[in-house]
Nanobody, 124 residues
Framework: QVQLVESGGGLVQAGDSLTLSCTAS??????????MGWFRQAPGREREFVAA????????LYADSVKGRSTISRDNAKNMVYLQMNSLKPEDTAVYYC???????????????WGQGTQVTVSS
């Protein structure tokens, strides 16, 4: 079973940048075809897709709400995935979760393993 641990959250001001990290407990290597995704959940709202990256190809997917100001990347050797977010807005405030899927998808239900989440708070 894959265990995921997120880090890098915190309190920032609008316009700032932040990079979240996710470490997987076992090798979700390029041969596995896994996709690593980031989701977020604000209070009172559904958990929503943010970004995803395929280990094999490096292909990426982004939600419209973060496209152009966020970058997802991976380090295969370290088994880590990163989400860099720029020009942060108060509406980006949420708990951010890392997740793993065997499909290259934005669908929350297709992700089998989840981290515990890291809080990002953006003040105006």
């Amino acid at each position: 079973q894959v265990q995921l641990v997120e880090s890098g959250g915190g309190l920032v001001q609008a316009g700032d940048s932040l990079t979240l990290s996710c470490t997987a407990s076992e090798r979700t290597s390029t041969s596995s075809g896994y996709t690593m995704g980031w989701f977020r959940q604000a209070p009172g709202r559904e958990r929503e897709f943010v970004a995803a990256i395929n280990w094999n190809t490096g292909s990426t997917l982004y939600a419209d709400s973060v496209k152009g100001r966020s970058t997802i990347s991976r380090d295969n050797a370290k088994n880590m995935v990163y989400l860099q977010m720029n020009s942060l807005k108060p509406e980006d405030t949420a708990v951010y979760y890392c997740a793993v899927s065997k499909r290259y998808t934005t669908l929350r239900g297709a992700y089998d393993y989840w981290g515990q989440g890291t809080q990002v708070t953006v003040s105006s």
